[in-house]
């Protein structure tokens, strides 16, 4: 009997796998189960079927592949066979190590073990299926796959030898989901409850929020025992209410709009403040919380140049300047490494994010507030000069608090010409909670 002969009858004989809601099987419509390829590889017909319940036999998804067993040439049959059933005995508790991930999975990352073969020590099918079985050996195999493919990925941007550095740019968001309250009346909502708009809720002998005798536009205000535990809140106060204020129009003379953010620790003598005559008061919405992962965004290209060495960086911008210049780190790898790494579940806006890295409109949002806090503003700056990159370098010391998007259910939220208003803080200041550093900026179209 050949190689690929025995190899069919040993799938149809072990397969199908199950573990909970998902099972591994043969492709039942493919016309080779099992065979050799042109280039003398074993290949294998397989679906991965998700099913709608651990007890269900109805399928949600079926995701069928081709997938590469191995060269007979590289190892001797029968070890190769005997890897084989033993990989196929351990889907279930391949499967069951994945976790949360399962629901990512293709059939080749069930058969991605091959490495076992360099363990002399494995020779037999119970061998390797003890390996594979093994939840702190399928661990470390399943991390060290993971940092391949990380650094793979990473090969195509320049950065492949800064693979912690990149994972370390990633920030825990929260993203906002609004909803309108149905007549736009928050009395009856309770004191210190997280919201965007309507009245604020203030201690009565407090002053409305004002800057050089402007008063403010009340924005959101955020419950902190609310938002602790989750991962973007790990910066934040653990107890009291943040509350965040804007001008929506700049004082004759000011660059950036002015802010304040302010943190109420004792709840209880907060009461609710009716909006001042003549300031804007948005509506009221109710705000839905959401756990996110942000990498900075292609506009903010400068925190990936960041890690390379800064005399081979000024050396590049000077090249652009002067019409020369290649790319450092590529726009189109890293446009694409930065949208299936963050794996946003809703990408279309409204972007209203609490914390993480900004959207942005055009440019990126990190240089613009670091221009804006600076006494001459743009006022000589030259791009691809030393100086400009230190700038550049400055710019990332700052840290979003949020992000409200002036687009909300097709129309204005805030009356910002349909851009990003963002309320931002130096990190150090952040780390104090020294929110009188916290500065305003605009994007818009």
């Known amino acids: 009997m050949s190689t690929q002969d025995d190899l069919r009858e040993l799938f149809q004989r072990i397969l199908p796998q199950r573990a909970g809601a998902i099972a591994l099987q043969l492709a039942p419509d493919h016309p080779q189960l099992v065979w050799r390829d042109e280039n003398g590889h074993l290949r294998a017909a397989l679906t991965l079927v998700y099913f709608d319940a651990p007890d269900s036999d109805t399928p949600r998804d079926v995701r069928e592949q081709e997938v590469y067993l191995g060269d007979e040439r590289e190892h001797p049959p029968a070890r190769l066979r005997a890897y084989l059933e033993g990989n196929l005995r351990a889907i279930p508790a391949i499967l069951a190590a994945h976790g949360d991930d399962a629901d990512t999975l293709l059939p080749c990352d069930l058969f991605a073990y091959a490495d076992l073969l360099a363990d002399d020590a494995l020779q037999h099918a119970d061998e390797f299926a ?50 309108p309250d149905d007549e736009d009346d928050d009395s009856t909502c309770p004191i210190g409850q997280t919201r965007l708009g309507g009245d604020p809720d203030l201690p009565p002998s407090f002053a409305w929020p004002e800057d050089g005798g402007v008063l403010l536009t009340f924005v959101a205000q955020f419950d902190l ?46 009461a609710r403040r009716p909006v001042p005559a003549g300031v804007e008061r948005l509506r009221a919405h109710a705000i839905d919380l959401e756990d996110e992962v942000h990498f900075p965004s292609l506009e903010s290209y400068f925190f990936y140049e960041s890690l390379l060495p800064f005399e081979r960086v000024l050396a590049c911008h000077r090249g652009r300047r002067q019409g020369s210049g290649e790319e450092l780190v590529p726009s189109g790898p890293l446009a694409y490494f930065i949208a299936g790494a ?13 914390l993480g890295h900004p959207a942005a409109i055009q440019g990126d949002p990190y240089l613009d507030i670091e221009i804006a806090t600076r006494p001459q503003g743009w006022e000589g ?10 700038i550049q370098q400055q710019s990332l010391r700052w840290r979003l608090l ?21 309320f931002w803080i130096p990190a150090d200041a952040l780390a104090r909670h020294d929110w009188t550093q916290a500065r305003g900026e605009l994007q818009c179209h």
């Not at 661990?139 to 950065?159: K, T």
């Not at 963050?342 to 609490?354: A, D, G, K, Y």
């Open 402 to 422: 949020l992000q409200i998007d002036a687009v909300e259910q097709d129309g204005l939220l805030l009356n910002q010409d349909g851009g990003f208003f963002y």
């Open 130 to 179: 003890a390996a594979l079985g093994d939840p702190e050996r399928l661990a470390a195999m399943n991390e060290a796959a993971g940092e391949a493919a990380w650094r793979d990925e990473l090969e195509a941007l320049g950065l492949a030898e800064h693979a912690a550095e990149v994972r370390a740019l990633a920030r825990p968001a929260l993203r906002l989901h609004l909803d």
């Open 342 to 354: 963050e794996r946003v579940n809703e990408p279309e806006r409204p972007f209203h994010r609490l």
């Open 381 to 390: 700056w030259e791009d691809g000069t030393a100086e400009s990159l230190q």
């Open 225 to 270: 025992a609310e938002l602790a535990g989750r991962p973007a809140a790990g910066e934040l106060p653990a107890h009291g209410l943040l509350s965040f204020f804007y001008a929506p129009i700049p004082p004759d003379g000011v660059r950036g709009h002015p802010v304040r953010v302010l943190h109420f620790t004792d709840l209880d003598e907060l």
